[in-house]
């Protein structure tokens, strides 16, 4: 049983008659830790403030990749992708005419961004949902044919990406990448994000959609066997989730305020991968605690890459250590415990 | 553009794909054995390669010497990957992406244990002497080191073949690959089985390691990532579980590699993603590819 | 709105299949099959090992595609109709090797075929009815207060549903941990949320004891009576089969040895040697 019903029967018995409670009790749960997080966030200084605003937007990354791969069971290899869409597309969209004109140094950028300048929501919307299509465009012919493939075929894809972010300078700059993007993503955008895609996630989730999801996710063939058009739905998923891993990839941008190539490999897609591993696929609320878990951890290990000297204390600097601690991790957590923290998937069939 | 320039280009294309075929056929044998897209293949071929290395440049050992050795040693870290990773998930039956992803996280530990413990700036691989020579047929240039990967490659290929079709274990490994529940029930220890197929796939990474480091001498621990990835292509082209479709694969995959960059320059800085293409497309249109075999669920 | 022609045949017959050949590579698993089924009736459907049943059913459910022959439901030609579109008309299945949703609980394999379109005849043409799908998919991820009335609606109906089949006591068990024969009965359960005119049954009685086997044939007589079905069955259990079966077709080799009554199978000299292999 998942914990949503497990919550969900608690709270009937203590409070038999408060529907709106039975209803609404996620809802008021996601909002309250929104506003502490929020509360703390501006009470600290401004290392553990960016460190709060990342984990906010690995938090929509992994709550988006978790929903196509988890809870539908349609497992992609290329988050990176859409994340780098959603930037790039985002960013082109808040920059000044006049910073794309300094920016753009090899090539004039692409018509129409030369002029465009719309607010950051707007754009971020925009960038989300180019994300959205080219999940959707990928998604028509690789769900037609047998699922094993997505992932080899979402992995060839996201590479793909990352060669024509390389080299269509006239849309990307290249090599170099997009510099002086406008920092619109503050602590507020950022939780207010992070909250809306957990909310919106875990409620599909544990709704009739939810449902029909993991069912294509547990045995394909029986749930087409019960009227489900297997292709359609996850043409959704993927869909959908392209659109949330575009909206982090947006705010992503705006936090760096210098993107390039480098910032979208695989190397994203294997830290996307290990958090809603470690949270548990299938699990919303799972993955956005494994998200934060993540973001500090990874930032606490850089420490111990750059040598540790207190007092008689004197531990050299071993740079790349984080990766090896990341992927004995990834390993360990195969073998030892597949499910992750609250994944509702036992692993073992064949 | 005359036909000196478009042979050069062929040979330069076999000289590549050669190397992709010989990365190929070891992912491909691994894959048709245990059903393990073994996307550490790659970081194999990279560990071999510093092997070869350290035995070139520290122990001072003569290349043929060299060659083998690093092959048994990396054979030996290949069986240790099985063990360590592999081994328990096929124990307990663990569905395929699970194995996929272990094998994404053995490439990260690898390509990054290398990094901590020697370092990612990239050393020049000591070429042996020999390899430098090239021969001239006409305007034509081809170097020792492509007639070196090919005949090595052919020696490679025929001792699998033999291996695979003439030996007991070659039998064993064909019974495992088709029914590995009932080859466990007649006895067969396959355990030891598995483990001698990721040693003779690790030994041939190392070789082809090897190969590839005397055409691009410059080594470091990301080096196999992407001659990895392209020998992935070139096998699920060709037709992943089949040698020969990795051979044809790879041979392919080089030639219009080196094409692209010499007669449409203007893609070359896309070839990557056109090869990533060619993966793609496979994979929707024949995911078999040109001689592998299908498997279908029952209902 | 797709539509797709008909040609109306018998309504009498709920099913009716017309010449079907299948050929796999050079294998030929169906040959030249054809047999009606009368509405309302248990009809068996037996045969050796290998004779070609289980791909009949995947015939019927859309699985497969006939290489030739039709397939008529109801009076209507639904041989191009797919897998999934089946189930909207009333046609519903079970496996041989029980397909449950296993991480799902008993409750939520039930509320999770509550979901489809109907497919509704207008003149003689199929048309993709509106959406009964209760809520659009954005009502549910914003949590609207639609959405939640639908949802307890839902669980009423699945648990009512599991009152039917003996089965609310293990409304929130995983439905992997249930025992055998309680997995049969919700796989059974769940074909029958799905509202059909046509039930198929995949060797129910496998691996059940003959206590089982007489509490599942009462259970089958009651489902087709109270829940006004046409059940198909595929068993190898021939006390079951002679004991609830009205009309039984012989499967041997893909081809159709014998259609009638269980007595009349049960004497039929091809049957017999089909089974045993000889001549008696």
């Not at chain 1, 929903?67 to 780098?84: E, H, I």
């Not at chain 3, 009815?129 to 609606?153: H, N, Q, T, V």
């Not at chain 3, 039917?164 to 068990?173: A, K, M, P, S």
Request: aromatic share 14%; charged share 15%; with cysteine.
């Amino acid at each position: 049983m998942n914990w949503y019903l497990r919550i969900r029967k608690l709270i009937q018995k203590k409070f038999p008659n408060n529907k709106f409670l039975h209803r609404y009790f996620g809802l008021i749960a996601f909002i309250i830790v929104g506003i502490i997080s929020l509360f703390i966030g501006n009470h600290v200084n401004e290392f553990w403030q960016r460190l709060i605003i990342l984990s906010a937007i690995y938090v929509i990354m992994a709550v988006g990749y978790n929903f196509s791969n988890g809870v539908a069971g349609q497992f992609s290899l290329d988050p990176n992708a859409y994340a780098a869409i959603g930037a790039y597309v985002a960013a082109l969209l808040t920059m000044s005419p006049e910073t794309k004109e300094n920016v753009f140094i090899l090539e004039p950028v692409m018509k129409p961004f030369d002029k465009i300048q719309l607010p950051f929501l707007i754009a971020t919307l925009i960038g989300g949902l180019a994300a959205a299509f080219s999940a959707f465009l990928i998604g028509i012919p690789s769900f037609r044919v047998r699922g094993d493939y997505l992932a080899i075929i979402t992995f060839g894809f996201g590479e793909i990406i990352n060669v024509i972010a390389n080299n269509l300078v006239s849309l990307t700059n290249g090599a170099l990448g997009l510099k002086g993007i406008p920092e619109y993503t503050t602590l507020a955008w950022a939780i207010g994000w992070a909250i809306f895609s957990v909310f919106f996630l875990w409620h599909l989730t544990n709704s009739q959609v939810g449902r029909i999801l993991k069912s294509i996710r547990e045995d394909e063939i029986a749930a087409e066997a019960t009227g489900i058009n297997v292709f359609r739905w996850k043409l959704f998923a993927f869909t959908l989730s392209g659109f949330f891993i575009g909206i982090g990839g947006a705010l992503f941008a705006h936090y760096l305020t210098t993107i390039s190539p480098q910032v979208f490999t695989f190397f994203l897609t294997f830290n996307l991968l290990i958090i809603i591993l470690i949270g548990g696929l299938g699990s919303i609320v799972g993955s956005a605690i494994a998200a934060v878990l993540f973001t500090f951890a990874f930032e606490i290990l850089r420490v111990f890459e750059e040598g540790i000297h207190i007092g008689h204390i004197n531990i050299p600097p071993i740079p790349g250590l984080r990766m090896v601690v990341f992927a004995i991790l990834l390993i360990a957590l195969m073998i030892f415990r597949p499910q992750g923290l609250f994944g509702d998937k036992e692993v073992s069939i064949k | 553009m005359d036909l000196s320039f478009i042979a050069q280009e062929i040979i330069n294309g076999i000289s590549l794909g050669a190397l992709y075929a010989l990365i190929a056929v070891g992912y491909t044998m691994v894959y048709g054995v245990i059903r393990l897209i073994n996307f550490a293949h790659g970081d194999i071929m990279m560990v071999g390669c510093f092997i070869a290395y350290f035995l070139l440049l520290k122990l001072k050992l003569p290349w043929p010497l060299a060659l083998i050795l690093s092959a048994i040693l990396t054979g030996f870290v290949g069986v240790l990957v099985d063990r360590i990773a592999y081994k328990p998930l096929r124990d307990r039956g663990a569905a395929r992406i699970i194995n996929l992803i272990t094998a994404v996280g053995v490439s990260f530990f690898l390509e990054s244990l290398f990094v901590v413990v020697l370092g990612g700036v990239p050393r020049a691989f000591p070429v042996p002497d020999i390899f430098n020579k090239e021969f001239c047929i006409g305007n034509v240039y081809i170097s020792m080191a492509t007639i070196a990967t090919i005949i090595i490659g052919l020696i490679c290929v025929s001792i699998l073949f033999y291996i695979v079709y003439k030996t007991k274990i070659g039998m064993a490994m064909r019974a495992i690959s088709v029914d590995f529940e009932t080859t466990k029930l007649m006895g067969v220890n396959v355990d030891r089985i598995i483990s001698f197929t990721f040693f003779l796939g690790s030994a041939l990474a190392a070789i082809s390691g090897f190969m590839w480091a005397i055409q691009f001498p410059s080594i470091d621990p990301y080096m196999g990532i992407i001659p990895g990835v392209k020998a992935f292509v070139a096998a699920v082209f060709g037709g992943i579980g089949s040698v020969i479709g990795a051979v044809v694969g790879g041979l392919i995959i080089g030639i219009l590699e080196i094409f692209i960059v010499g007669f449409l320059p203007d893609l070359a800085q896309y070839r990557d993603a056109l090869i990533f293409l060619i993966l793609i497309f496979t994979l929707l249109v024949k995911p078999t590819g040109l001689f592998g075999e299908k498997l279908e669920e029952k209902v | 709105m797709e539509k797709i022609y008909v040609d109306p045949l018998d309504p009498h017959y709920i099913l009716e299949l017309d010449h079907i050949w299948i050929k796999f590579g050079g294998l030929i698993a169906l040959k030249d099959v054809t047999f009606k089924v009368k509405k309302g009736e248990i009809f068996g459907l037996i045969g050796p090992n290998g004779a070609g049943k289980t791909t009949l059913f995947n015939i019927i459910t859309g699985v497969y595609k006939p290489t030739s022959g039709k397939v008529f439901f109801d009076g209507d030609d639904i041989t191009d109709l797919k897998a999934y579109e089946r189930v909207w008309i009333g046609i519903s299945r079970t496996f041989q090797n029980i397909r449950l949703f296993k991480n799902l609980t008993v409750l939520e394999n039930i509320m999770t075929v509550f979901h489809f379109k109907k497919l509704q005849k207008w003149g003689p043409f199929f048309v993709k009815f509106l959406d009964i799908f209760p809520y659009k998919w954005w009502e549910a991820g914003l949590a609207l207060p639609k959405f939640f009335k639908f949802e307890e609606k839902l669980e009423e109906y699945a648990l009512e549903l599991l009152k039917i089949v003996g089965l609310e006591d293990y409304w929130d068990w995983k439905a992997s941990s249930l025992p055998y024969g309680k997995q049969r009965k919700l796989e059974i359960a769940r074909a029958l949320a799905t509202n059909p005119k046509l039930l198929l049954l995949d060797e129910p009685a496998a691996g059940m004891n003959p206590q089982e086997t007489s509490e599942l044939m009462e259970f089958i007589r009651k489902i087709r009576d109270e829940f006004n079905l046409t059940i198909i069955l595929i068993e190898h259990d021939m006390k079951l089969v002679m004991g609830v079966c009205e009309t039984i077709a012989v499967l041997d080799h893909g081809e159709l040895i014998a259609l009638g009554k269980p007595e009349e199978i049960k004497n039929n000299k091809r049957v017999i040697e089909a089974y045993l292999g000889e001549a008696i």
